[in-house]
């Protein structure tokens, strides 16, 4: 059972989506990720697949499809890009702490790892909790760092419906505000809560937040 | 037509998606992402589409489908996380591009616009190629900052490529290295090379690469 990424590259038809989904239902395969671009004649689909078997044979069954032109095989996006911090904040916080989550990221993907930095400075209660409510829409997310200096109201909230939807370790700065609450781990320096957002989801790590049993703010 | 993006919960079921996209495809939309997890007795599908017209009719054609659940209605990731610069290299570069993009993201959007900063420190040609490659299948990338010191052989293949499939702003920090040569911006500050990235693809900003005329190494 592997994961796989395809490229699959078609003639521009309504219902080519329909053909294409048909037989990965027929395969009972997942599907992670997916990205269709139409083009003017051609359209490419981007697509990820989880517990795939017999993938020679379900290239083939695609093959089939008259409107299918080709078929590449990739890595897959976590295969690549691995597990992400998303940081979200003010400009000033994020940068710090994104200085330290990429350093510290570097330090373990040296190591063979695939960890990455999001990040997306952000001003106002209903741009910041729409970003954190987004993250449980999105692939690969180990750990939010909340980067700003005062966090509260609709952002709260939104830290708790993703924490009941996703597993996701919260970090936040210690600032004024409720959304310190709904962390994992408050850490006053910015860089420190990089390096430790990236620690905690590291492979290559042994900092574990459980362990640290309700002290948890540094 | 506009943009939306839905959170469809279903009964566990193969063909789910099958069914979905039936309804999709009967409607014309395209696709720009979608996601989907597969629970113990439910599936949660996240979906975006474009050019979506009779919105309120297709959503009653869906749960018309017996194994829908609910649809939930969301802002797209585009309004949300807009548009995308990413960054790839070594940790030290990476983060001080990373922090001037931030820094002027931040600029950006204070004014209403929605730029985020995506980072993934690598080592190595095949790590770092494979990682320019798999951007022609992300969306919402708009420009690609190359922040190591010494890139070519397959990562410069690999730029040639991307651009080849992508409207994609390449920047390059000055180092050894054919890479340089298939870039649209050569800057030697890593601070400046962020900064530029996120002027460029901005709209509230001025900076034009086009305008340069060759003269294209700062």
Known sequence: MVNVALTITTKEEVGVLDEITKVISAFGFNISYANLYVGIDTGVLNIELENVENLDEFIEELYKIDFVLDIEKHST????????IIIIGGGAQVSKVAAGAIIEADR?????????VDTIPLVGEDNIADAVE??????????????????????????????????????????PGSVTSEADLIVTDPTQAGVMAVMAIADTAVFDVARLK???KF
């Open 77 to 84: 996006l976590k295969d690549i890009f691995g597990k992400r």
């Open 108 to 116: 373990h993907n040296i190591r063979g790892e695939h960890i990455s």
């Open 134 to 175: 987004a993250i449980s829409r999105l692939s690969r997310v180990g750990a939010l760092v909340l980067a700003g200096s005062l966090m509260g109201g609709r952002i709260t909230e939104a830290v708790r419906a993703v924490k009941k939807e996703r597993d996701l370790l919260v970090i936040s700065l210690n600032m």
């Open 214 to 216: 309700g002290n948890n």
